[in-house]
């Protein structure tokens, strides 16, 4: 399991330039890793994507999602976070090779490029046959996605997902959920990082919710995240929360 990240602060040399002039990671240190799931929540813009794409590259795998046989050539232009994979120190009880990067963003790209490796002349099964045997683009986004969860999760390793609440309903969150819990009982050298804003995904119970909020990473209960704050208010309120957001125009709660 991936137990530490220690941002080893001697090898920055620019703390003025991205990654390191965004204050989450700017302001890392060692962030000990307790659970074998952990979530980085927090607002827009707080570093989630870069630290979870950090830990990604230093473990090998593609940065816009794939495995470690997996790179994307034509989307792995951007070094920008390399000052960042060379500062950060990963620290493992028992590392296991196996492993994932999910960016549920840019997994059109991803589908992209396993069905042009597919039209390639070459040996082997085409790599689609792994994903249930079809083009990845004749599934809808979120059938695609959640097929690939349940064929690429089932065994141990360090599942990274960055926000996979993008391609799935309420009600495949939940099976999300379910599946997670799965793979985590079946497997015990499973892991998961996983960035969301979902306030169904963060409810996994014993889950390490790590905030990226207020300028630094720390750990947080699931009532302090702000997506469960918002969904919460919004839900039992809405009448009152769409009244204050659109005070100025009142008419626009008037009956025709
Ligand atoms: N390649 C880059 N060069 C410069 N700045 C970047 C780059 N990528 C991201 N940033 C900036 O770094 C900050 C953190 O971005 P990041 O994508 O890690 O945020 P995030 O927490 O994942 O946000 P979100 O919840 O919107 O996905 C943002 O202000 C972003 O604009
Ligand atoms: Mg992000």
Known sequence: MLKKLTLLRERVQDWDIYPFSVPAIRQLGVL???????FFAGENGTGKSTLLEAIAAH??????????????????????????VKAL????????GAGFLLRAESF????????????????????????????????????????????????????????PEAALSPQRQLSFL???????????????????HSAVLLAYPKA????????????IDYEQTGSFQVAHRFLNHRE?????????????FKED
Do not use: M
């Open 178 to 196: 379910v599946l997670i819990h799965d793979v985590l009982h079946e497997f015990k050298d499973a892991q998961f990082i996983i960035s969301t």
């Open 240 to 252: 009152v929360f769409l009244e204050e957001l659109f005070a100025d125009t009142p008419w626009l």
């Open 59 to 84: 473990y090998g795998f593609g940065r816009e999602g794939g495995n470690r046989n997996f790179r994307n050539n034509s989307t792995e232009s951007n070094h920008s976070i390399d000052p960042l």
């Open 208 to 219: 390490q919710i790590l905030s990226f909020d207020e300028e630094r990473v720390h750990e």
């Open 108 to 163: 059109f790209n991803t589908a992209s490029h396993i069905d042009r490796l597919d039209e390639e002349p070459g040996e082997g099964p085409p790599i689609s046959a792994f994903y249930g045997g079809r083009s990845l683009h004749t599934r809808s986004h979120g059938e695609t996605f959640f097929t690939v969860l349940d064929l690429k999760f089932r065994r141990n390793g360090l599942f990274l997902l960055d926000e």
């Open 89 to 96: 120190r990963l620290s493992f009880d028992k590392k296991t």
């Open 32 to 38: 000990a890793l307790r659970s074998r799931i952990a």
